[in-house]
């Protein structure tokens, strides 16, 4: 009955859609989550379910820093404070996404 739930649920949210930047039609566009791939600009307002681990590029917050609920993730209800990487958005204008470009090296998953 569980397994049967969960996966009603994770089809629910993997269909649920989100905001993509396509670099052809240089605007975001809607996509669902299951079709998001690494390296992907993701464009999240207040309050989205967030299925995905995700990189902050950029956030409203003048110090580049928001609260997400990671439930879909882990399992727990509660928040957890994100920053954008020390000096990573002076450094890039993603005002124009057509033109950010990046590397980031990460630890492998554990």
């Known amino acids: 009955f569980e ?7 994770d089809k629910r949210i993997n269909n649920s859609t989100c905001r993509v930047y396509a670099q ?3 605007r975001y566009k809607k996509v669902p989550w299951k ?5 992907d600009l993701v ?4 309050n989205e379910v967030i299925p995905a681990d995700i990189l902050l590029v950029r956030s409203s917050d ?4 928001c609260y997400i609920d990671t439930c879909n993730l882990d399992g727990e209800s509660n928040l957890k ?3 954008v990487p020390f000096g990573f958005e002076k ?7 057509n033109f950010f470009q990046s590397v980031i090296e990460v630890d ?3």
Not at 35 to 39: F, L, N, Y
Not at 62 to 65: E, M, R
Request: charged share 35%; glycine share 6%; net charge positive.
């Open 43 to 46: 464009h999240l307002s207040n």
């Open 62 to 65: 003048p110090h580049g820093f």
């Open 91 to 97: 450094h890039h204008d993603l005002s124009v996404p």
């Open 81 to 83: 404070q994100r920053q």
């Open 24 to 26: 052809e039609d240089r």
């Open 35 to 39: 079709d998001v791939r690494v390296g």
């Open 3 to 9: 397994d049967r739930r969960r996966r009603a649920s």
């Open 108 to 110: 492998p998953p554990t």
